[in-house]
T-cell receptor
């Protein structure tokens, strides 16, 4: 039972283009929706996160769009650069009711070609 | 600050052998967790702890044991290794409560079970 579904599995974008990764969730009790970035051979690192009462959050070239009614959220990378090539994971966390878990999607491997 | 450290970096086991993956953090974080990463499966939560002496199961706990005697350390024990446990293992830590979504990951341990 996959609580957070992520697509696409892989994505190729030209330098300067927009990368878009989508996620859907089932549990409406989740508190936060973070995105993590992972480079080969490294552990994941937090990129940006959003609360469910906010529709959009932007940090530099990275934007999260959140649609509470559709139970979907997405990561947009503007002006994509070769250095953005990595695997991206969406996730959802919940602390209420003793849940205390951060659940990840399956990941998207992004390649930005020069 | 060293952050989250994991040892060993690589390990090869034979089926039926036991071993302990070590994890330590120096950020005084209450919450610690273990994930396994497999291709196409994302990061799956094995076990987690909200403080010393308190542990609980994640999504895929079978075949693994944990304990938390100190705030800093959270070892993961494989009692009788199986080929299905071949994976990359990540330890992570965070503050508890609303900061749970901001987890700091270690560099990982690549485990092969023959």
């Amino acid at each position: 039972q996959q609580q957070v579904k992520q697509s696409p599995q892989s994505l190729i974008v030209q330098k300067g283009g927009i990368s878009i990764i989508n996620c859907a969730y089932e549990n409406t009790a989740f508190d936060y929706f973070p995105w993590y970035q992972q480079f080969p051979g490294k552990g994941p690192a937090l990129l940006i996160a959003i609360r469910p009462d906010v529709s959009e959050k932007k940090e530099g070239r990275f934007t999260i769009s959140f649609n509470k009614s559709a139970k979907q959220f997405s990561l947009h990378i503007m002006d994509s650069q070769p250095g953005d090539s990595a695997t991206y994971f969406c996730a959802a966390s919940r602390v209420s009711g003793g849940y205390n878990k951060l659940i990840f999607g399956a990941g998207t491997r992004l390649a930005v070609h020069p | 600050n060293a952050g989250v450290t994991q040892t060993p970096k690589f390990q090869v086991l034979k089926t039926g052998q036991s071993m302990t993956l070590q994890c330590a953090q120096d950020m005084n974080h209450e919450y610690m967790s273990w994930y396994r990463q497999d291709p196409g499966m994302g990061l799956r939560l094995i076990h987690y702890s909200v403080g010393a002496g308190i542990t609980d199961q994640g999504e895929v706990p079978n075949g693994y044991n944990v304990s938390r005697s100190t705030t800093e350390d959270f070892p993961l024990r494989l009692l009788s290794a199986a080929p299905s446990q071949t994976s990359v293992y990540f330890c992570a830590s965070s503050r508890s409560g609303i900061e749970l979504h901001t987890q700091y990951f270690g560099p990982g341990t690549r485990l092969t079970v023959l």
